[in-house]
């Protein structure tokens, strides 16, 4: 019996088709633009831009949506600088693009200009677990959120939460009863939830189990086909059980999106085929995208960049160095997993060192750095002093 | 990999979100009553039903039974239900934009299958029914800052909406000789997912009855610290409001009621008036009579002259262009002493007087379009132009291209230093014709443009064409942006090739 397709069967109702939500959310999109460029300081139009061109970037892969944001806050400071409002709009640009220190202080300014707690709050939180602050002190927070809202996106949130304290089996089951309990249509939030536990049993739990990840991710896919990400991710599975065909056909139909990920996987699969001419044009446009975005926006793309410079981008320092940015900026344990594996791969045993060392003062006394690679070579040093 | 969390807050579905709901008498056949209901507020072009919902217009028989402050309706089954499924997308034929289709269920029985903006709509066989569905310009107009109680420019000037509109034959399917009085309401219900609903109540996402019952009566800017409690107002059933919420309801009512009434610093309610005005307004739907006249300034009365304990004149209801809102505070602010007039009294367009009433779509995607015709081959014009990477006019001092085939991207230098990336979306050197967007450099989103060159008489014509919405610098300076890049390009071709004759 699967697991993962035991709870899906149990949903109540059944969400719009994945390509109509994503017309309508282009159409939405748009119109909320227009109205912006109208009057940008009408109530509530410039929240919805950002929640829009949220929805636009993680779900349809688009990574100038990032850009469109700078200019919808350059264009609300000149109409209004000084309001909360315009603090907490920077300050969620900033978090969406990974500045988090820039997050920090603009939440800082939209509190001392009297922006509503919960909204500082909820956008605080995401910052701090975006950059793995406080994790365990956040879980009771976490959960009574969920609890008393019980909206989906507090759940996946909780799930998410939990995953990065090592607590994959309730997360599983968080992200799972987010499912079950989801009353509405919109297929984003279900997609997304199918995204996550795609992630948690391909690359978050000790030991990843492909088959079942596939699984999650397809059904993000069957939700909501323009999922870039999720195909990206299932792409890679495909590709390293020999699907490459499969693989092939799940990259081209993203090939639209901006994302330069898609462009450097599909190009990775051409390769395996035996088809270097177009592996080596699509690698072109993967290192001309990494690029471009690493130049406008350094922080958001730092830890993908360092996986791609790592891999086929074949430029291990730069990837190093990438890694290390994104440490700095956020030091959870993945990023100091990612930093740490791309030192030993580039022999730079003093950077592996240091991170190691940096890592383990952090993270040792954590559930999740039980189950980390890093532990594995905590317990062999540890080991080595004693003898 | 990692992915940050940062998840949607905008999880609704806003084709879900019902905004407004018709009853009127057909303008173009008198004999017929027109129904309609309105989702999808603000949507863009382009915008689609969802397939994942059933939406339904619901007429229940009704009746005075008291007056004045005693005032109350009442309404009896059964219910006379409309309901219209939507599927999801058909491809269209190449080039074409996909199709919808939707399915009416009739009170009847009947069904019958609307392709989503056709504008003629379908009619059933015996001609009881007549339905149409699709974008149309949104009807609706608020000309007041409500919070502030300040009249305003048109806050939803040039927005569209997604309409449902079902015609039917007064006589044959309402039958006002069982009386002529009827209530109404709308509801989206999400659709079960196979045996799964079973246990489950049924779950609405949106119903409407009378206008503003949510947005200005429930949730009243006015009512400080107020809970906003619409939600759970959009969880109740219509015409059946729970026992157990009702004094909730209708002591919100009453604040709220009160809070409008001293806006302008008069007391115009009694307190006992006030409370039979929240008691009809708690019970939500639209009042329309088919045996009185529906004008633009009927919406209303029935409730109004029932409760100024007076028999009501006309047929209540709602038009296409009536002024709900100016009629709604000036019951609600002055109990109708003296007309408030908010920013404007029209919506962006008005209704029109033939099916299916409701005015044609907003557009604002704005376009650019410039051609040239030359005394030269389609083909032999296309082998010098039809490149991606074709470098052809004065105004490009440079062009890298990076990959091959569609997904291809041309970096441009501008000769004044200027940057623009292009991405090439389609090509097909065939019907000489390519398309691509704009990935960085021109202040517009969704920005798609056409270059293609057909044959004229013995010559040829070329036709540069841009779609995009401006973004950051305004409509105009875009426009002449693109446009003088068109120009110029264009202009450039007729010495090398010859102006047609």
């Known amino acids: 019996m699967n697991e993962a397709l035991d709870d899906w069967g149990n949903e109540c109702f059944l969400t719009t088709d994945g390509d109509i939500a994503a017309i309508n959310l282009k159409s939405a999109r748009r119109r909320s633009w227009s109205r912006f460029s109208q009057n940008p300081l009408r109530a509530g139009i410039a929240e919805l831009v950002v929640e829009l061109e949220q929805l636009t970037a993680q779900f349809i892969g688009d990574v100038c949506a990032l850009d469109r944001l700078e200019a919808l806050v350059q264009e609300l400071l000149e109409a209004d600088a000084v309001s909360a409002r315009a603090a907490m709009m920077q300050a969620q640009l900033a978090s969406m693009a990974h500045r988090f220190t820039d997050a920090r202080h603009f939440l800082t300014q939209a509190a001392s200009r009297g922006a509503a707690q919960f909204d500082l709050k909820r956008l605080l939180l995401s910052v701090d677990q975006a950059c793995g602050v406080n994790l365990d002190g956040m879980l009771d927070e976490r959960r009574d959120i969920a609890r008393k809202s019980g909206r989906i996106e507090d759940l996946v949130a909780l799930g998410a939460l939990l995953a990065d304290l090592g607590e994959f089996a309730e997360a599983d089951r968080t992200y799972r009863q987010a499912l079950c309990e989801y009353q509405d249509v919109s297929p984003f939030p279900k997609a997304w939830t199918c995204f996550q536990l795609g992630e948690l049993w391909g690359e978050l739990v000790p030991v990843p189990q492909a088959t079942r990840a596939a699984q999650w991710y397809e059904r993000a896919i069957q939700c909501l086909p323009s999922y870039t990400r999720a195909r990206v991710h299932l792409a890679e599975i495909y590709s390293s059980s020999g699907r490459t065909n499969d693989a092939q056909s799940l990259l081209i139909s993203a090939i639209s999106s901006s994302d330069p990920e898609v462009h450097w996987r599909l190009s990775d699969v051409l390769a395996s085929q035996g088809n270097f001419v177009d592996a080596e044009a699509q690698m072109q446009v993967a290192h001309f995208g990494f690029e471009n975005a690493l130049r406008r926006h350094l922080l958001a793309f730092a830890d993908h960049g360092a996986e791609f410079y790592a891999g086929s981008g074949s430029n291990c320092r730069k990837a190093l160095d990438l890694a290390r940015i994104n440490v700095a900026n956020r030091p959870t344990l993945r990023a100091f997993e990612q930093a740490h594996a791309i030192a030993l791969s580039v022999g730079d045993q003093n950077a592996a060192s240091e991170l190691f060392a940096a890592a383990t003062e952090r993270w040792s006394g954590s559930a999740a750095f039980r189950s980390s690679p890093l532990s594995q070579r905590h317990s062999s040093n540890r080991r080595g002093a004693t003898a | ?501």
């Not at chain 2, 609903?197 to 107020?226: C, K, M, S, Y």
Request: neutral net charge; charged residues 25%; hydrophobic residues 40%.
């Open chain 2, 1 to 501: 990999m990692s992915d940050h969390i940062d998840g949607p807050r905008q999880i609704g579905d806003p084709a879900a979100d019902l905004t407004d709901l018709f009853a009127f008498t057909s303008p173009e056949h008198p004999t017929r009553t027109v129904f309609a209901a309105n989702v999808f507020p603000t949507c863009g072009p382009n915008a689609i039903f969802s397939n994942a919902i059933t939406h339904s217009i619901v007429v229940r028989r009704a009746k005075v039974v008291g007056l004045g402050d005693s005032a109350r309706f009442e309404t009896s089954g059964p219910e006379i239900r409309f309901g219209v499924r939507f599927d999801a997308l058909e491809k269209g034929s190449s080039h074409h934009k996909p199709i919808q289709r939707g399915t009416c269920t009739f009170p009847d029985g009947q069904k019958l299958s609307v392709v989503v903006n056709d504008e003629k709509g379908a009619s059933t066989p015996d001609g009881r029914f007549r339905a149409f569905a699709g974008l149309r310009s949104d009807p609706f107009f608020l000309s007041w800052i409500i919070p502030a109680f300040k009249p305003f420019e048109n806050l939803l000037f040039n927005d569209n909406v997604l309409s449902i509109v079902i015609e039917c034959d007064t006589r044959r399917v309402l039958d006002p000789d069982k009386g002529s009085l009827f209530g109404v309401i709308a509801e989206t219900v999400p659709l079960p997912s196979g045996n799964a609903f079973v246990g489950h109540e049924v779950l609405r996402l949106d119903w409407v009855g009378r206008p503003e019952q949510t947005n200005i009566r429930l949730n009243n800017p006015g009512l400080a610290r107020a809970d906003d409690i619409r939600d759970l107002w959009n969880q109740q059933t219509p015409f059946a409001l729970a026992q157990d919420v009702r004094p909730l309801f209708l002591q919100r009512l009453k604040d709220s009621l009160a809070n409008w009434d001293m806006r302008d610093g008069k007391q115009d309610w009694t307190p006992s008036a006030l409370t039979a005005n929240a008691n009809m307004f708690l019970d939500d739907y639209l009042l329309f009579d088919v045996a009185k006249p529906i004008t633009d300034a009927s919406h209303l009365e029935i409730e109004k002259s029932t409760l100024n304990g007076k028999a009501y004149q006309t047929g209540g209801g709602r038009t296409v262009d009536a002024n709900v809102i100016d009629i709604l505070l000036t019951w609600m602010v002055n109990r109708d002493r003296e007309p408030l007039q908010g920013g404007t009294t029209k919506a962006t367009k008005p209704g029109t007087k033939t099916f299916p009433y409701f005015a044609t779509p907003n557009t604002e995607l704005q376009s650019v379009t410039d051609r040239v015709d030359l005394d030269a081959s389609p083909d032999r014009v296309w082998a010098s132009i039809g490149q991606f990477g074709a470098n052809w006019n004065p105004l490009i001092a440079d062009i890298k291209l990076i990959g091959t085939g569609v997904g291809q991207l041309r970096v441009i230098e501008m000769t004044d230093g200027k940057q623009i990336i292009e991405r090439l979306e389609a090509i097909d050197n065939s019907r000489r014709f390519l398309r691509y967007s704009n990935v960085s450099g021109i202040p517009a989103t969704d920005y798609t443009g056409t270059l293609a060159v057909e044959p004229n008489g013995t010559g040829s014509s070329v036709e540069c064409r841009a779609q995009f919405v401006a973004n950051g610098q305004g409509t105009l300076i875009v426009k002449t942006i693109v446009s003088t890049l068109f120009k110029i390009g264009l202009d450039s071709l007729k010495p090398r090739f010859g102006t047609a004759k």
